[in-house]
């Protein structure tokens, strides 16, 4: 499933292509992904041209310089490719496409291209992205300095669900995957059970900057999710980045080999998700 830092790659990726872009045309090939399409708005699109592409937890936000915005989400599978048009060509239907946009303007004739195998993606318009329902819950960007130490100790407060769960939580701080909650509990020495009213200002800003420093290093290897995912061009999207305890239960745990210690990282399942940490210096 892409994660932030995949949808993040996708984002830089389609920044640099589509704005000046005008849609010229729009092809839907079913009514519905995840939710119904807003078939009559997309109709309106054509004319358009798009600004910025910007990303809000894992929603691809397309603005337009004068009109709505489309919110995109890749769901479990979903892929975006932009590819350039020959005049009066269009390509035939790949295999899971659903909807495409031709678009002209200063990087030429452009197709943009929306491929998703099990459909759990989403794409629709919206006149106030922000407000849109599935935007509107959600807790502060990790990468921005709206989510810090004194916003997840308040999360904490009186709760006994353990830690790992709360930074999953999208009503607390979006875009914190399973795979990067268990490496932000390694990397801040806290254990993912540990029960979130137990930890301290100091530990909750460990957790902030370890988050940071995981989020921003995937983001730099292109992403990492384990699934089959490509940026547009079919070029991968994501190079596996090096994870310390993630998948690697029974395996030696890196800090304490450094530090002379014998420990192997372990597994539970919390949540229904797989959790891995160190038990010796993730107390
Ligand atoms: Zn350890």
Redesign the pocket.
């Known amino acids: 499933m892409p994660e932030l830092p995949e949808v993040e790659t996708v984002r830089r990726y389609l920044q640099a292509c589509l704005p000046g872009q005008q849609v010229a045309e729009v092809t839907l090939y079913r009514a519905d992904l995840r939710y119904p399409m807003p078939v009559e708005e997309l109709r309106q699109l054509p004319g358009q041209t798009l600004a910025a592409v910007q990303r809000r937890a894992k929603y691809l936000l397309l603005t337009t310089a004068s009109g709505p915005t489309l919110l995109v989400h890749l769901g479990m599978s979903g892929r975006l490719f932009v590819e350039p048009a020959a005049a009066g060509d269009a390509p035939e239907r790949r295999k899971h496409e659903h909807w495409r946009m031709r678009l002209q303007g200063p990087q030429g004739d452009q197709w943009l291209r929306y491929v998703d195998a099990r459909r759990f993606g989403s794409l629709d318009v919206a006149a106030e992205a922000l407000r849109h329902p599935l935007l509107a819950g959600l807790g502060p960007e990790p990468l921005e300095g709206a989510f810090d130490a004194q916003v997840l100790l308040q999360a904490c407060s009186g709760r006994q669900v353990a830690i790992k769960q709360v930074l999953m939580d999208s009503a607390v701080v979006v875009g914190i995957g399973n795979i990067y909650a268990s490496e932000t509990c390694y990397r801040a020495k806290v254990s993912p059970l540990r029960p979130a009213l137990s930890l301290t200002l100091q530990q909750c800003a460990e957790l902030v900057r370890a988050s940071r420093g995981v989020l921003e290093e995937a983001i730099a290897a292109g992403g990492s999710t384990l699934r089959d995912f490509a940026s547009g061009d079919e070029k991968p999207g994501y190079f596996q980045q090096r994870l310390d305890v993630y998948d690697r239960k029974g395996q030696p ?5 450094q ?1 002379g ?1 014998v ?1 192997a ?1 372990v597994k539970a399942v919390l949540g229904q998700r797989a959790t891995y940490w ?5 107390p």
């Open positions: 745990c890196h800090r304490c080999e530090a210690v420990s990282v160190c038990p010796t210096c993730q």
